[in-house]
């Protein structure tokens, strides 16, 4: 349990609502994954950004990359930098849980990448907030200069998606 040393913006889960943390709050870290924070605050879970996880006194993750071959977007380090964005839920990256289908470098512009990711429910709030955390992370990728993002829910997502490793962390593997 920590303090918010600072008024800190949060948003609710599942329905993406924005609120805010106020000074002196008390709230319980259910998840830290990925550089973002999970926590439970009156009854309800938030996430907080890792951009503005000092508010509660805490740390950011920082993205790092190995120095490219050259000056090309390098897709495995696209693929890594997915890796690193959470469902705020569900202890799981979105590769593993199998909600990204498409990465391919623009054909017309080879330094932007474009995604076809999709959300475990349609109607999840949380969406514009994964798919902002797509476009800030892969868009830290070296040689990147654009992302484009298509949220798609054909074929719609079912847990055949999930690597083996992330239906055990979600104890669906049987």
Do not use: H
Not at 21 to 40: E, H, K, M
Not at 141 to 158: E, H, K
């Amino acid at each position: 349990m920590v303090a918010a040393l600072e008024d800190c913006p949060a948003r609710l889960v599942p329905s993406g609502t924005r609120i805010m943390i106020p000074a002196g709050s008390f709230v319980t870290i259910s998840q830290a994954l990925g550089g973002n924070y999970t926590v439970l605050i009156n009854g309800n879970m938030a996430r907080v950004d890792g951009t503005d996880a000092a508010a509660l006194g805490l740390e950011s993750e920082e993205l790092v990359f190995d120095e490219p071959a050259s000056e090309d977007v390098e897709l495995d380090m696209v693929w890594a930098a997915l890796k690193t964005i959470y469902d705020p839920e569900i202890p799981v990256n979105l590769v593993d849980l199998g909600l990204i289908y498409r990465v391919e470098l623009n054909v017309a512009k080879p330094d932007q990448v474009d995604i076809d990711m999709t959300l475990t429910a349609p109607g999840c709030g949380m969406g514009p907030v994964l798919v902002s955390d797509v476009k800030y992370r892969v868009g830290k990728v070296p040689n990147v200069q654009g992302v484009n993002v298509n949220l798609v829910f054909d074929p719609p997502w079912t847990r055949d998606r999930m690597s083996e490793e992330a239906l055990l962390e979600a104890g669906l593997f049987f």
